[in-house]
């Protein structure tokens, strides 16, 4: 199975003034764990993630106070949509992160996480009937 068949191509996207209680309404608003950053002033495309706000607050910064920029990861690690899931599970593993931003072209088409991976690899179970 390919990247393609387990990301999610509605992504959301934010840019980097957005503060992090702005950042995490948004995402919990969607129900997702990352967010694409796009910043051409920091080189492009990054990522924030859940833990990213997590460790700000827990370091004591405020959320209405500290800037996405601040807190985003701008070293991703990109995928290809043509990429197994295997090399995707990989590079998480190895990288010790767990969503990818995919891209084709240069441009983001969507993210897949570590939850992505095992719903397509993790049989769906049946409930016996009672």
Do not use: E, K, W, Y
């Given at each position: 199975?390919?990247?393609?068949?387990a990301m999610s191509t509605v992504v959301l996207t934010i840019g980097p003034a957005h503060t992090l209680r702005q950042a995490s309404a948004l995402m919990s608003a969607r129900r997702v764990?990352?967010?694409i950053v796009l910043d051409p002033d920091a080189g492009g495309?990054?990522?924030l993630t859940e833990r990213d706000v997590l460790n700000s607050v827990g370091l004591g910064q405020s959320p209405d106070t500290e800037r996405v920029?601040?807190?985003?990861t701008t070293d991703v690690v990109f995928a290809a949509p043509a990429w197994t899931l295997e090399e995707a599970a990989q590079a998480m593993a190895h990288g010790g992160f767990r969503h990818l931003v995919v891209l084709d072209h240069d441009e983001p088409v969507g993210i897949v996480?570590?939850?992505d991976?095992?719903?397509c690899w993790a049989?769906?179970?049946q409930h016996a009937p009672a």
């Open positions: 199975m390919l990247v393609r068949d764990g990352a967010a495309i990054g990522i920029h601040d807190h985003t996480s570590v939850r991976i095992i719903r049989p769906v179970r």
